[in-house]
């Protein structure tokens, strides 16, 4: 067991290889695509200012359907700013965030005759420019003895950039993987709402936290005249609230930290609107439950031989009590990991009052391909009743009863700012109501972090 030891301290006290030593190869390895500017992005970032820009193409193709346009290319581009007011003043748990964004291409959301809640983009293609969000937020470094207990946000937000945080959602396409479900009811609970308005939030222990944000509701806000670059609310009708709260616990489980989100929420979209069979309410409100898990862990790859130091690098320890080396191995990204997120509102006056997204999605699925992502993701939707028997009432005989998606994605991480993502998406009942065949939806995206 020492010559063991012995053994695994030499080789840690080697030198470390390193391939990129060139000034390509530190420029291929590095983080941006625009490198370190001769080192003055580096100065910014340690006097608290980042910069950071990324480019986004996507080719959408329909081969399945005869349509006259059947494949478009969208782009995106969002260039950022961030505050770290803690190194530029002192100001310790103060940040804020500023940017612009770019975003051209055609509507392809309805192009295979689908739900907006299943179209095959959250691209609009119709913003061209808008402000991101600008926004300040302060993290207590510590209170009442707990890091990080308090979270006070304000500024131009966009609400779903802080409620249901599914990271692996994140790899699909679909709109239904990027709220779509409560787009189709009328909340524009997406990354294209801002509004101004603020959320708090408090994380008692390290495992379990509850928030809640306000802010205003804005009518058509997702109509691409309504760009946003005035900070304008609605000029041409009544403005008003929109309320979000959730709370949920974050476990780790296992010896191997298995890391868990399980949240409930809830919200009020504050606008008048009318059920399907006539009656007026002063708003819409709906429920959502969200559960998501890492199931399997792979054992660290790297080597003792890639660590510079035995003790004192990375999670590596030394037991001096005892007066042996004790190796705690740090946790690999690598695995399995599962989300499902159910929503539920009324079905009084709201279009699809039931909606299931769930999935699967393994981090280095391939060897030697360690930080690529291999997911497949399903999403069904259920169509009001209410709707159903209005339309009856009406003599108007097609009815939406219920649509189905199922979409596989391949995320190729080529370097740490360049990647590039097959994909395939199968739409059954395309608008749910059988009309239109089933849709095969094939496409690609890039993104460059500059």
């Not at 989100?261 to 959502?288: D, I, M, N, R, V």
């Not at 399997?296 to 009590?321: C, H, P």
């Not at 993502?421 to 199968?426: A, G, S």
Request: charged share 20%; glycine share 10%.
């Amino acid at each position: 067991a020492a010559d063991d030891v012995q053994a695994h301290r030499t080789r840690t006290e080697l030198p470390e290889v390193n391939p990129s030593t060139s000034a390509v190869g530190q420029w291929w390895h590095g983080p941006y695509a625009t490198g370190d500017w001769f080192g003055a992005r580096t100065a910014f970032e340690d006097r608290g200012l980042t910069f950071k820009a990324e480019s986004t193409g996507i080719y959408y193709g329909v081969p399945t359907h005869d349509l006259r346009h059947n494949s478009v290319f969208c782009y995106n581009l969002t260039l950022n700013a961030e505050f770290d007011f803690g190194k530029m003043f002192g100001l310790q748990g103060l940040k804020g965030q500023a940017g612009i964004q770019w975003e051209n291409g055609e509507n392809f959301r309805d192009t295979p005759q689908t739900d907006i809640a299943f179209g095959p983009t959250a691209f609009t293609g119709y913003w061209k420019w808008r402000i991101r969000p600008i926004v300040l937020t302060y993290v207590t470094p510590e209170l009442f003895g707990i890091k990080e207990f308090l979270t006070l946000s304000g500024g131009w937000q966009t609400p779903s950039d802080y409620f249901i945080q599914q990271t692996a959602s994140k790899l699909f396409q679909n709109y239904a993987f990027g709220n779509g479900n409560f787009v189709a009811n009328g909340i524009p609970f997406d990354g294209n709402y801002r509004a101004w308005g603020g959320y708090t939030k408090i994380q008692p222990t390290d495992w379990a936290y509850i928030q809640a944000g306000l802010w205003a509701a804005v009518p058509d806000a997702l109509d691409w005249r309504n760009r946003g670059v005035y900070f304008a609310l609605s000029r041409k009708k009544k403005n008003g609230l929109v309320f979000i709260g959730e709370t949920g616990i974050t476990p780790k489980f296992g010896s191997k930290r298995l890391p868990g989100t399980y949240a409930f929420g809830s919200y009020y979209w504050g606008l008048p609107c009318h059920s399907f069979l006539g009656a007026s309410y002063p708003g819409q409100f709906g429920f959502y439950w969200q559960a998501d898990q890492m199931l399997y862990r792979e054992s660290n790859s790297q080597s003792l031989g890639s660590m510079t130091n035995f003790v004192g690098i990375g999670n590596s320890t030394a037991d001096k009590s005892s007066g042996a080396t004790v190796i705690k191995e740090a946790l690999s990204p690598q695995g399995l990991y599962a989300f499902s997120l159910i929503s539920y509102a009324p079905q009084f006056n709201n279009e699809l009052p039931f909606f299931l997204r769930a999935g699967l999605l393994y981090k280095g699925l391939i060897p030697t391909r360690d930080k690529d992502d291999f997911g497949i993701g399903f999403a069904y939707g259920n169509y009001s009743y209410y709707k159903i028997l209005a339309n009856r009432a009406k003599h108007i005989h097609t009815q939406r009863t219920n649509e189905a998606l199922l979409e596989i994605d391949y995320c190729l991480k080529i370097n740490k700012w360049l990647e590039t993502q097959p994909f395939l998406e199968y739409i059954m009942r395309p608008n749910g109501d059988g009309w239109h065949r089933d849709a095969l939806v094939l496409g690609i995206a890039t993104k460059v972090t500059f």
